[in-house]
């Protein structure tokens, strides 16, 4: 695997077997992207600086517990960036959604919930999950049954990981 970060001629650059092509979200650490492997095969990559711990929680994503977070495909270190790689994020962000079409229905707003209530749930007191959620952080899409479901990016989970941990350091030095 590369461990250099380069500039393909078309994208944002590449990353392992990766090649980023779209930033999804940016947090003050963590970027998640919109990404290819060298098959073609799309995925999302969520990168975060070395530098900074590494969640525990991720080894939870692994088992593929969850019905918002898909499953972690692989991990690893390059270029200075700890990375995540995912399956592919799937819709548009709640934001986006909303903005271009207005509200949702109340039946779909509460299946939505009840995903997002089952992941609160598998995850207990292990994961952030009530601060990772905003309206960037919510991907909205329709099966092909026109079922709605959603996806929580990493990035806004991780960064509030990090708030949590630096809070956590910060109250054992006083």
Request: hydrophobic share 45%; proline share 6%.
């Amino acid at each position: 695997m590369a461990d250099t970060l380069t500039a393909p001629a078309r994208g944002l650059g590449s990353l392992g077997r990766h090649e980023l092509h779209r930033v999804l979200q940016r947090g003050r650490h963590a970027v998640t992207y919109e990404a290819r492997d060298v098959r073609g095969a799309a995925a999302t990559v969520t990168t975060l600086p070395v530098d900074l711990p590494g969640p525990p929680w991720l080894r939870m994503f692994e088992a593929g517990r969850f019905v918002c977070f898909p499953a972690v495909l692989e991990q690893g270190e390059a270029a200075g960036l700890r990375y995540v790689v995912t399956a592919p994020v799937q819709g548009e962000s709640c934001e986006q959604l909303l903005a271009r079409q207005g509200p949702l229905a109340p039946s779909i707003a509460a299946r939505i919930v009840l995903e997002l209530c089952r992941d609160f749930e598998t995850a207990g007191s292990e994961l952030p999950l009530h601060r990772a959620l905003s309206a960037e952080s919510v991907w909205l899409w329709r099966d092909e049954h026109g079922h709605w479901h959603c996806q929580l990016l990493l990035t806004t989970l991780w960064e509030r990981w990090l708030e949590d941990v630096a809070h956590e350091a910060r109250k054992s030095a006083v």
